[in-house]
């Protein structure tokens, strides 16, 4: 079977994409993990899915940090210049738990997540923890309803303390994907406040852009608005939808980085879940009233009338003054030369 989706190579974007007046259903999905049980988060996964694909979606968004869970209010016993006491132990342990609910990519249950796009015949992108050795890092994953795992990207730099759980990605996956509902790519959550990783994927033609992300606040929609015009693009934005009862209670889980310890009603992350039109309009939500779905038929001819204004990558640059380089092959730490000429390696 052909791939659903094929990689866009950097310079792609002078070509219109076959889906240029092309109407597409999207859904975005805001709702909370069932943290520290991924069987559990996928099969919720699957239920939204399954409601997704009733309604009509072709692709479906989901959150930051879904499967495996956003570590929302933890501090990982984390203190600069602290002692490795009682303290440090007790965040080590917490660790230790975390790192068992990531996954693998590829693995079972990337397998499974791409039966569910082939089940319900839809684009997937899911937020997740990715575990590789003994880092982990905040990918996002992309699948076909071929039912095929067909990429991930991963955060470049994790914000503030994240640092501290996350490692950082690098210039190789920053993808985007030529397919039937668009030119589709991602970037995490306060990785779209940095402009030359938007500029990246600006210069391949990005035409659905989507923003997984844990921010609830009135800055963050500013903030996809501003992306979705200065692209000329759609912006898909999922964010998670928690009370303090959706993660594990004290002392198994504490929110440290709050006041006071909230109680199990609390709602510790509001949403606000958004579809942004080319233009900056809002064309569905942003929700804020619980979990639940966001759908939107995104009209494809609305990119080519945005970009009669402004193509940040087109008309609108000045490559003799200003031009970006990316590097966009994989930064890896050891390179053994012995593997390039085909000799056995030895410890």
Avoid at 33 to 56: C, H, M, N
């Amino acid at each position: 079977m052909e791939e659903a989706f094929v990689e866009v190579d950097m310079n792609a974007g002078d070509e219109p994409a076959a889906s240029a007046f092309a109407t597409v259903r999207a859904t975005v999905v805001q709702a909370s993990s069932v943290f520290y049980d991924t069987p559990a988060t996928i099969e919720k996964a699957r239920r939204l899915i399954a409601e997704a694909a009733e309604q009509g979606a072709q692709l479906v968004v989901f959150p930051e940090a879904f499967v495996g869970g956003f570590p929302r209010g933890t501090d990982f016993g984390v203190t600069i210049g602290g002692p490795a006491q009682a303290k440090g132990r007790k965040g080590k342990d917490v660790l230790c738990k975390y790192y068992a609910s990531a996954i693998n990519v590829p693995g079972p249950e990337t397998s499974r997540l791409a039966s569910l796009a082939a089940e319900y015949g839809v684009y997937l992108v899911i937020g997740a923890v990715e575990r590789a050795g003994h880092t982990l890092y905040n990918a996002v994953l992309f699948f076909s309803p071929a039912g095929e795992l067909l990429g991930k990207h991963r955060k470049l730099v994790p914000t503030v303390l994240e640092r501290v759980v996350w490692g950082c990605g690098d210039g190789s996956t920053l993808s985007l994907y030529e397919t039937p509902v668009g030119r589709v790519g991602a970037l995490v959550c306060w990785e779209n406040k940095m402009p030359l990783a938007r500029t990246a994927l600006y210069g391949k033609g990005m035409e659905v852009y989507c923003a997984p992300t844990a921010d609830d606040s009135d800055l963050w929609q500013a903030t996809v608005r501003h992306v979705a015009h200065e692209g000329g693009c759609f912006v898909l934005a999922a964010n998670q939808f928690c009370r303090r009862r959706d993660y594990p209670p004290p002392p198994g889980y504490a929110f440290t980085g709050f006041d006071e310890e909230p109680d199990p009603e609390d709602v510790v992350c509001r949403g606000g879940s958004v579809i942004v039109s080319p233009s900056g309009d809002v064309i569905a939500g942003p929700k804020y009233d619980g979990e639940g779905l966001l759908t939107a038929d995104l009209d494809f001819s609305e990119i080519v009338r945005a970009k009669f204004d402004f193509d940040v990558v087109g008309h609108s640059s000045r490559p003799e003054v200003l031009t970006l380089v990316v590097k966009d092959q994989p930064q890896v730490p050891v390179t053994y030369a012995s593997a390039s000429s085909g000799k056995a390696l030895h410890n």
